[in-house]
C-alpha cells in the first residue's frame, strides 16, 4: 500500500472530524442527509462517465488501486542488469544478449533488447520505444483527466443539491421549527460536493500524475540504457549515464557500487 496516500486521507478525514466536533457539531451530522450523498456522487460520476470511453470506465478500479499502490520498479537492479548487457556486448557481441533477453521479466525492457539483437536499426528502436511510452502516457492521461473532471463535476452537484434543498425549505415557510434542519440538510450538498472533489477525486488525478511521471522516467532510463548498448558504448559510461535518472543521494551510492563492480580491464578503458 501506498503510505504516502494512506496517510493523507487518514489526515484529513481526521482534521475534518475534529474540527467538525471543535463547532459543537458531531460526525453523524455528515449523514443526516443521505439524498445529497447520492446525488452528489451519482450525478459526478455518471457527468464524468458521459465524457469518458467505455473501455476506461472499465478500468476505473485498477486506476483507482494504482492511487492506494506503491509500483515495483528496481531502478539500481536495472542500472545493474543494463551495465552487465552492455559489458557483455562489448566482450561477446550483440547476438551475445538473445539468451539475456528472454530472461527479462519487464516487458519494456525484453523488447528494446530484443530489438537491438534483432538488428534494428537504432533509429527505428528509439521510434519504437518512444512510440510505446507516449501511448502509455496518453493511457495514463485518460485516467488522470476522468478523476480531474468528476473533480470539478462534484462541487457543481453540491450546489445542485443545495438549490433542490432550499426549493424545499422554502415549501416549508409556514413551519418555521423546521427551517433551520431543512436548510443544514440543504447545505450539506455543498459540503459533501467539496468533499468528494477535494478528498477523493482531484487527490487521485494528482496521485496518478506522479505515477505517471515516475513510471516514465523510469521507461526514459531503459530506453537510454538500451539504445547506448546497441551503440556498444563503455559500461562505466553506461551506467553514468543511467544514475543520472536516480536522485543524488541514491546515484552517488550506485557510482560506489559500480567502481566495485566494473571489471579492471573496462576501467582501465573508461581511464583511457
Do not use: C
Request: net charge neutral; glycine share 8%; charged share 25%.
Amino acid at each position: 500500500m501506498d503510505i504516502a496516500t494512506i496517510s493523507g486521507l487518514v489526515l484529513a478525514l481526521t482534521v475534518i472530524v475534529v474540527a467538525l466536533i471543535l463547532d459543537g457539531g458531531s460526525p453523524a451530522e455528515l449523514f443526516a442527509a443521505p439524498a445529497a450523498i447520492i446525488l452528489i456522487f451519482g450525478g459526478s460520476l455518471g457527468a464524468t462517465i458521459i465524457t469518458s470511453p467505455l473501455s476506461l470506465v472499465l478500468k476505473l478500479p485498477k486506476f483507482i488501486a494504482q492511487a492506494f499502490t506503491v509500483r515495483k520498479f528496481d531502478s539500481k537492479g536495472t542500472i545493474d542488469l543494463l551495465s552487465k548487457l552492455a559489458d557483455k556486448a562489448r566482450r561477446e557481441g550483440l547476438l551475445a544478449l538473445e539468451d539475456d533477453s528472454k530472461k527479462i521479466e519487464d516487458k519494456f525492457l525484453q523488447k528494446g533488447i530484443s530489438m537491438v539483437v534483432d538488428g534494428i536499426d537504432p533509429e527505428q528502436v528509439s521510434a519504437i520505444l518512444e512510440t510505446t511510452v507516449a501511448q502509455m502516457r496518453a493511457r495514463h492521461k485518460h485516467a488522470m483527466g476522468f478523476f480531474t473532471a468528476a473533480g470539478a463535476f462534484a462541487p457543481t452537484f453540491g450546489i445542485i443539491g443545495t438549490v433542490m434543498g432550499l426549493i424545499s425549505v422554502l415549501k416549508q415557510l409556514d413551519n418555521p421549527g423546521a427551517l433551520g434542519e431543512a436548510i443544514a440538510s440543504a447545505f450539506l450538498a455543498t459540503l459533501w460536493g467539496l468533499l468528494t472533489a477535494n478528498l477523493i477525486y482531484l487527490p487521485i488525478a494528482g496521485k496518478l500524475k506522479i505515477k505517471d511521471e515516475e513510471e516514465a522516467r523510469d521507461r526514459y532510463m531503459q530506453m537510454e540504457g538500451i539504445l547506448a548498448i546497441q551503440a556498444g558504448e563503455n559500461p562505466r559510461i553506461v551506467r553514468d549515464k543511467l544514475n543520472a535518472y536516480l536522485p543524488p543521494s541514491e546515484a552517488k551510492g550506485e557510482e560506489e557500487a559500480g567502481d566495485k563492480k566494473v571489471p579492471a580491464g573496462n576501467a582501465e578503458r573508461a581511464k583511457a
